[in-house]
């Protein structure tokens, strides 16, 4: 019905907007304005998860390009393996310089070195990319947009994250304050602990606020998909428990009879997969 009002009142010109009676008018002004600044939210929803993922392909890219460029690709490296294998059981207690180099040649291994050296820091690297990415551009927007949006979760600690990053946002330190509560669990990945984690001059272990709110908005980004954290008043990223009737578990059997439901989840998933078995005329084993 919301719809149907805004979408009766985006196409009416104003002359015809103002000739209506003013019940009708202001109904149709409010769903209007209401679903516009749902949309409006969700947008900016979708451009934080967007300039989020922009940051991390664009480190990844520019990472690739420069190990293309330094490094040059060893083929074959199945077949020296094999090579050196073989030269190898020949003579078990020969010397390198006497029994690989003749058959690999120096070159070669020092090619295979680059390489394998090259992609094992490549994680590191873009880390390191996108973390000078953020401090030097995106982190002049991305606060400015987080404070546009109200998030909300069941997860105390990603309200503390989110509000911690506006806190910071006119603040230069690159170390959060001793008295400031940085939740990591659930936050930061465990492969990214060292990097987020740092040890000031006096000893004590500090966070590293840039890497710090980068893990923060990767979690924003993939979480509102989950249901995990919504935004206030959006409609697409808004909380689905507030789309349910107030009264809804009281009248829970009364429902889900209206909707054609069973109560028991296991009878709902065994008739799902009756109906995809018929349709797809699979045998039993295959689903």
Known sequence: ??????????????????????????TLQTAFCWLRAQGIRDKLAELLCDIVHRIGSRS???????????????????????????????????????????VVGQEKLIEITQEYLAEGTYESQVQSRMKTSYGHHYRRILPTLLEALTFGSKSVKMLLTSELLVRYKDSNAMLYAHSDVVPFKGIVPYDKGEQVSTTAQNGTERVNRIAYEL??????????????????Q??????????????????????????????????????????????????????
């Open 1 to 26: 019905m919301l719809e149907r009002a805004k979408r009766r009142t985006a196409t009416e010109e104003l002359h015809e907007v103002k000739r209506h009676p003013d019940g009708i008018r202001y």
């Open 60 to 102: 990844e890219k520019r990472v690739e390009n420069a190990i293309m460029r330094d490094i040059k690709p060893v083929y074959g490296k199945g077949s020296l393996l094999c090579r050196i294998a073989q030269a190898s059981l020949k003579a078990p207690e020969g010397q390198v310089r006497e029994i690989i180099i003749p």
């Open 234 to 287: 959006a409609q697409r990223y808004g909380n689905r428990d507030q789309e349910l009737p107030a009264d809804f578990e009281e009248h829970r059997a009364e429902n889900y009879a209206l909707l054609g439901l069973p109560l028991d989840a296991e009878a709902f998933i065994n008739s799902s997969t009756q109906r995809v078995r018929t349709s797809l005329r699979l045998p039993v084993s295959w689903v």
């Open 215 to 232: 893990c923060v908005l990767q979690a924003l980004r993939v979480r509102p998909r989950t249901r995990e954290v919504w935004i206030d």
